[in-house]
């Protein structure tokens, strides 16, 4: 097995291991960092632990502030191995998701979106359970992020509505370990009702393929400058099946910040836009070179 990243696998308790360690070292900072010392004023929130909502392909344990409304466009081209033929890709078959936000409580936040890719409509959730604090009561924060999604193409695909359904559950544990870096670790839960491949038969269940797959996704932040950040993501699968196992996401980008607007470009191997196709179904190996670029553009409004 060659030391390459790219002529490896990468070996998942080792990265989780760091990602933990990280998490959970406790730096002493000065006054004017952004994550302060110790104080006897009341425990609050550390700020600006990240720009967004996305991490690339996965949601950041951020949950806007009560009273905001976003809108999401992301976009996936096809992969870059067919070179001039395509462009690189950005003349191949796109996947785009649009997505609508809204936060009505501290904490929480509720949704809805449409991938182009099945005609995928979603509605998803996110609450944090608990917040980071300044004065380091809590040294993390814990998220929960979950949806529920529909296949809304047409009869001939399936035999039972109860088809057309997938669900995507995850814990987003995260901590700003200095004013510039922010690290998360996510395990998550993707169940699909039946699984398929793209030429079973409509509601044939595939016997070489578990309805319920776990995984677990790495990411963090580095900020620049105030308005530019470098972001990486690796999306581990974990659950084995006898066939068909989706594989690793490995992702690296730019991050663009303003008040209102947040733009991330970027190149990686998930496709899908929904976690729990990515997480079951992804195709592209790293190893091999297939990679896509993609970028996600937010707009925040706070009423």
Request: charged share 15%; hydrophobic share 40%.
């Amino acid at each position: 097995m060659k030391a390459s990243i790219l002529n490896q696998k990468i070996k998942v308790p080792g990265l989780i291991s760091l990602a933990l360690i990280l998490l959970l070292w406790n730096p002493v900072y000065s006054q004017e960092d952004s994550v302060a010392a110790p104080t006897a004023k009341a425990s609050k929130p550390v700020k600006n632990m990240f720009s967004g909502i996305w991490l690339i392909d996965n949601q950041s344990a951020m949950v806007p502030i009560k009273g905001t409304f976003e809108f999401d466009i992301l976009h996936r081209f096809g992969v870059v191995n067919n070179g001039y033929e395509d462009f690189f890709g950005l003349f191949a078959s796109s996947n785009i998701r649009l997505g609508f936000n809204y936060s009505p409580i501290d904490r929480l936040y509720v949704g809805f979106g449409l991938t182009k890719y099945k005609m995928l409509w979603d509605v998803n959730a996110k609450y944090a359970i608990f917040q980071q604090t300044s004065d380091g009561r809590w040294p993390v924060s814990i998220t929960y992020y979950g949806n529920a999604a529909i296949d809304t193409r047409s009869e001939e695909f399936f035999v039972h509505f109860s088809d057309r359904l997938s669900y995507f559950n995850q814990i987003i544990i995260a901590r700003k370990i200095t004013p510039k870096f922010s690290a998360q670790i996510a395990p998550s839960l993707s169940h699909t009702n039946v699984v398929n491949g793209y030429y079973s038969e409509p509601g044939v269940v595939s016997p070489e393929r578990k309805h319920d797959h776990f995984a677990v996704a790495i990411s963090g932040r580095y900020k620049l400058t105030e308005t530019l950040s470098v972001l990486a993501n690796y999306d581990q699968p974990i659950t084995k099946h006898k066939s068909g196992n989706p594989h690793p996401n490995l992702s690296f980008g730019l991050d663009v910040t303003t008040s209102s607007h947040s733009f991330q470009l970027f190149f990686g191997n998930y496709y899908f836009l929904s976690p729990q196709q990515n997480n079951m179904y992804n195709a592209n190996d790293y190893t091999k070179g297939q990679y896509l670029i993609g970028f996600n553009i937010t707009r925040l409004w706070n009423f």
